[in-house]
């Protein structure tokens, strides 16, 4: 499977800030998925849901998981092969109050930990479908941090295909990380 790409993509994700509704988030985890070339992607299919993943680079694709929460993923590009980057956790550097009403009773350093909980934090909704990440306001990323963090790499969490490739990235050692779960159908 192919994908240097959307995994070169992702790893520089890793320390960036994500701001979305008054609460910003350090990127510590992530999973690359490689759209068309990859069986475990949204976008392996097209459909309506994955018809974002299809366009511009850095838009923001919110997507609801399990009829439960709300996802959301980085589109990477290249247009038409719809690689995308999925946001699986942070850490709140910016309006933790906020994060943590989103998130009651949860420790500060589990408020987006997993990327349902990470969406809620930062307030996302099907609303952010297609923000541009790049825009000066509202839901955007940050710069790229001044140094690059120690990065780690595994299997991707849940997903029945493709299961062995090692494209979840996380910033080693870190505590806001989520558990790998393998996906029992895998």
Same mark, same amino acid.
């Not at 992607?41 to 849901?49: E, I």
């Not at 018809?51 to 923001?60: K, N, T, V």
């Not at 790229?144 to 997903?159: E, L, M, Q």
């Not at 505590?175 to 790998?180: E, K, R």
């Given at each position: 499977? @192919?994908? $240097?790409?959307?995994?070169?993509? #992702? ?12 609460? #910003? ?6 999973? #690359?998925?490689?759209? =068309?070339? &990859?069986?475990?992607? !949204? +976008? ?5 849901? $994955? ?13 609801? $998981?399990?009829?439960? !929460? ?5 589109? @990477?590009?290249? @247009? ?5 980057? %999925? ?8 309006? =933790? ?14 408020? +987006? ?7 809620? +934090?930062?307030? /996302? ?6 923000? &541009?990440? /790049? ?12 140094? @690059? ?13 493709? #299961? &062995?490739? %090692?494209?979840?990235?996380? =910033? ?5 990380? $989520? ?8």
């Amino acid at each position: 499977m @192919t994908g $240097s790409a959307v995994v070169s993509n #992702a790893r520089g994700l890793l320390g960036r800030v994500l701001h979305g509704h008054g609460v #910003a988030v350090r990127i510590t985890e992530v999973e #690359a998925y490689g759209g =068309i070339n &990859d069986p475990a992607s !949204h +976008a392996y299919t097209r459909t309506a849901r $994955s018809e974002i993943m299809y366009g511009a680079p850095w838009r923001l694709y919110v997507y609801r $998981s399990y009829g439960m !929460h709300f996802c959301a993923n980085v589109v @990477t590009g290249p @247009t038409e092969e719809a690689s995308a980057v %999925l946001v699986r956790a942070g850490q709140v550097v910016g309006g =933790i109050e906020t994060a943590r009403m989103r998130r009651p009773a949860v420790k500060d350093v589990a408020l +987006a930990r997993g990327p349902g909980n990470l969406a809620r +934090a930062l307030g /996302l909704s099907l609303d952010d479908l297609g923000t &541009d990440l /790049l825009g000066s306001d509202g839901v955007r990323l940050g710069e790229p941090p001044a140094t @690059t963090p120690d990065i780690s790499s595994g299997p991707r969490v849940g997903v029945s295909k493709a #299961a &062995d490739v %090692l494209w979840r990235f996380w =910033i080693t050692g870190d505590p806001t990380v $989520s558990a790998y779960r393998r996906s029992p159908r895998a």
